[in-house]
Each structure stands twice: as structure tokens, then as C-alpha cells.
T-cell receptor, first 112, second 115 residues
Framework: GNSVTQMEGPVTLSEEAFLTINCTYT??????LFWYVQYPGEGLQLLLK?????DKGSNKGFEATYRKETTSFHLEKGSVQVSDSAVYFC???????????FGTGTSLTVIP | GAGVSQSPRYKVAKRGQDVALRCDPI?????LFWYQQALGQGPEFLTY????????KSGLPSDRFFAERPEGSVSTLKIQRTQQEDSAVYLC?????????????FGPGTRLLVL
């Protein structure tokens, strides 16, 4: 079946530290991959996406590369800020069908 | 409107009660999705509408769950005879075009607690 596995949190980092949140997936065919972010008290927002192998999604200093050989879509940021504190969800969708498959979320807290 | 809105934001129900959760998508958005998010988990797909047509309801956990979008805009998720395991946050999302690869815009969710 289709599924997403992300590293468990919570993750606590100091401001300006390097961030990696691991995400691996299981899917047949060629899924599209997404990172969504949920800031405290807000709804889920799309952070970035990649629709084919070797694509790199980027936004707000965050990046993730679609690696088909390792079935991964790890989220990275070179220097986190306090405002990046949120819960991050990795997700996939297939070319056919209507379903999104989300990971369990990784909570990030950035301390000054 | 400016974004997806949901009401109520919080709902407490006694076991066995019926509840109705409302979603107002972004105006003009064709696609509408409902998700259930249990505590500490990611959202899980419930159902999908394209305009007023419910094209996929494979994620609805039981026949106590029913969703509708009669005029292709506002949607209601109804849960009959609520059970404690229905306690979760119910999320609604809409997207401009059809298809799940389009960017989905999420509402803030309705937190349902069944006692």
C-alpha cells in the first residue's frame, strides 16, 4: 500500500542550527511528494512539493529533493529561526485516485 | 472568502448524539476534501468532492459518517450516533482544480470530543 514514514519528534534546535527531518515513502508507480506545515493555532499549509524524481522543492529557505532510489523526501533548512517552530507533515499522492497519505508529523521547536 | 473556514471550531457531544460539521471552502474551488486527524497522528482521508459530486468516500470509517456538498460549495460532514473513537480533529481542504495533485488549502479544523 501507500504510506509515509517520518522521523519522530519532538525536535528542539537552537536558532541558526541546521535542520533535517527525514521522510521515506512506500508507493507504487510515481507519486507526488509534499511537505505541509502547521503553525500553532493555524491550519495546514503547503510548504513545498515535488512531482517527479530528482525534482527539488523549495520555499522559505526549506528544501527537499525527491529521491526515487532511496524513496525519500527529506526536509532541510540551513539556518532555522524561532518562527519555524511548527509541526511538519510529509505526504504523498498518486497520479490516480483522490487520496493524500500523510505521515504522523514532526514537531519542531526552535529556541533563541 | 480569504481562506477555508470551518464551524464549529470545538464540539463536545455525548455518546450517541448526532453532530454536523460545516466547511466553507475558498470561493470557486472545485475540489473539497475531508480528513480525520487523531491526536498525535497525521490527517487521514475521508472523502472527496468535485463540485457537488462525491467521487470518493472510501475513507469514511463507517456508515455513521455521511458527507454532502449539495450546491458545490459549502459541505457538511455528519456523524450519527457518535462514539468515543470518533473524537478527533476533522479537517476540510479545498483546491482550485480537480485532482489531488493540486495544492490543497486547509481550514483550521473542528475538534470533536465525544464523552
Amino acid at each position: 500500500g501507500n504510506s509515509v514514514t517520518q522521523m519522530e519528534g519532538p525536535v528542539t534546535l537552537s536558532e541558526e542550527a541546521f535542520l533535517t527531518i527525514n521522510c521515506t515513502y512506500t508507493a507504487t508507480g510515481y507519486p507526488s511528494l509534499f511537505w505541509y506545515v502547521q503553525y500553532p493555532g493555524e491550519g495546514l499549509q503547503l510548504l513545498l512539493k515535488a512531482t517527479k524524481a530528482d525534482d527539488k522543492g523549495s520555499n522559505k529557505g526549506f528544501e527537499a529533493t525527491y529521491r526515487k532510489e532511496t524513496t525519500s523526501f527529506h526536509l532541510e533548512k540551513g539556518s532555522v529561526q524561532v518562527s519555524d517552530s511548527a509541526v511538519y507533515f510529509c505526504a504523498l499522492t498518486k497520479n490516480t485516485g483522490n487520496q493524500f497519505y500523510f505521515g504522523t508529523g514532526t514537531s519542531l521547536t526552535v529556541i533563541p | 472568502g480569504a481562506g477555508v473556514s470551518q464551524s464549529p471550531r470545538y464540539k463536545v457531544a455525548k455518546r450517541g448524539q448526532d453532530v454536523a460539521l460545516r466547511c466553507d471552502p475558498i470561493s470557486g474551488h472545485v475540489s473539497l476534501f475531508w480528513y480525520q486527524q487523531a491526536l498525535g497522528q497525521g490527517p487521514e482521508f475521508l472523502t472527496y468532492f468535485q463540485n457537488e459530486a462525491q467521487l470518493d468516500k472510501s475513507g469514511l470509517p463507517s456508515d455513521r459518517f455521511f458527507a454532502e456538498r449539495p450546491e458545490g460549495s459549502v459541505s457538511t460532514l455528519k456523524i450519527q450516533r457518535t462514539q468515543q473513537e470518533d473524537s478527533a480533529v476533522y479537517l476540510c481542504a479545498s483546491s482550485l482544480e480537480q485532482g489531488v495533485r493540486e495544492t490543497q488549502y486547509f481550514g483550521p479544523g473542528t475538534r470533536l470530543l465525544v464523552l
